[in-house]
Structures are given as structure tokens and as C-alpha cells.
């Protein structure tokens, strides 16, 4: 078993403070650990795909959460639609994640943190209580807290995908597995679901891409 990641930049929210600075933390939280998965990792190793017929990887976790931030905090809460995806093609599902053959980590990475940073800039502006615009329905910034919160989702993927390179730092890892359980497990998930939590593709089980 590998230790669970430890690193004086990440330390877990406190116990008890209001639901504002708990929802706010907990997600600073979550990018931080993200971002720590990466660290230590080279080029191949953040591109790789340990699941053949899945379109997981870890730079590809990046470009998604810099999607699922803008949907959010800019699209939602600023109730602006047509705001453009940032590496997403509309017409083709999950399309943030591959190809990366060409994609820089560095611009790669600035990017997530600059839409980060703008949700930040963002949310400061609104009450928890303030809405924004869903499917045409009002939906509050706590309702969109509680639905980001979830990053760990995403990150739990995370930990079976650094598990599955080759030679991950060991300290990179948000939660103690052994390698062949990780990559086993996910493989159950791919095949009995047919999806992976939060956005992946439906039809990665069946090896279509």
C-alpha cells in the first residue's frame, strides 16, 4: 500500500466554520490535490492512458475541470450560454480529453488555473443564495457549490490513472491502493457502467472513440 498524499501546501479544511468558507475551502481544496497528482510526473506519464479503450488520463482530468469550471461559475452563474468551451469540440462527447498528442501540459495547466482563478473572481460578486440560470430553471451558487464539490469524483479517477504509469511518485497519491486493485477496479467500473462519473465518455467500454 502507498501513503495517503501528504504535502505542507495541502492540509484538510478545518472542522467547523460557516457553510460559505467550508464549501470554499473544501473546493480549493480539491484543486490543489489535482494539481498534486500531477507534480512529478513527465509528459508520457500525465498523457497516458492506462485503460486502452478509456479516454481517462491525467491531463486530460486537467482540461476537464477547466470545462466543468467555466460550465459553472460562467456559464451558470453568470447566465451566459454561449460562452465557449475551452478545449471541447460541442459536437463530439468528451473531446477535452483526447487527443493530447500536441497539447502542452504548461498552457495546458495555466489554463485550468486561470479559469480557477476567474471562478474565484466570480463567486466573490454573489451571495450563496444568488442564482444563475440552469436548463432555463434559477439555480443557486450554493445548489452549484454542492455539484463542484464532487471534483473528488473526479479525482478518485485520478488516483487509479497515476497508478497505472509507470513508477508514479509514491506521494502523489491522494489515498493509499496497490496498482494492479487500481487498474482492475476502474476496469470493473468502465464495463459495468459504461461510463465514468462526471462527463466521460458512455461508450468507452466497447472501445468506441
Known amino acids: 500500500m502507498v ?15 460557516t457553510e ?20 512529478g510526473l ?49 459536437a463530439v462527447e468528451d473531446s477535452e480529453f483526447v487527443p493530447l498528442l500536441g497539447a502542452s501540459w504548461d498552457a495546458d495547466v495555466a489554463r485550468w488555473q486561470e479559469e480557477c482563478e476567474r471562478s474565484r473572481s466570480t463567486t466573490s460578486r454573489f451571495a450563496l443564495d444568488d442564482t444563475g440560470l440552469r436548463h432555463g430553471e434559477p439555480c443557486s451558487l450554493r445548489w452549484i457549490y454542492v455539484q463542484i464539490t464532487p471534483y473528488r469524483w473526479d479525482l478518485g479517477h485520478g488516483d487509479h490513472v497515476t497508478i497505472g504509469t509507470s513508477n508514479p511518485p509514491r506521494d502523489r497519491l491522494a489515498s493509499g491502493r496497490v496498482k494492479a486493485l487500481a487498474t482492475a477496479a476502474l476496469r470493473a467500473h468502465l464495463v459495468l457502467t ?16
Open 3 to 17: 501513503e495517503d498524499l501528504s504535502d505542507p501546501r495541502r492540509s484538510e479544511p478545518a472542522f467547523i466554520g
Open 20 to 39: 460559505r468558507e467550508m464549501v470554499e475551502t473544501w473546493l480549493d481544496f480539491h484543486r490543489l490535490t489535482l494539481l498534486l497528482k500531477c507534480e
Open 42 to 90: 513527465n509528459d508520457e506519464q500525465r498523457k497516458h492512458r492506462p485503460i486502452p479503450t478509456s479516454k481517462l488520463s491525467l491531463q486530460g482530468l486537467v482540461r476537464h475541470m477547466g470545462e466543468v469550471e467555466r460550465n459553472w461559475f460562467h456559464r451558470v452563474l453568470l447566465k451566459a450560454p454561449e460562452t465557449p468551451p475551452i478545449w471541447a469540440d460541442p
Open 194 to 209: 459504461g461510463e465514468v462519473a462526471w462527463g466521460f465518455a458512455r461508450s468507452e467500454c466497447v472501445g468506441e472513440e
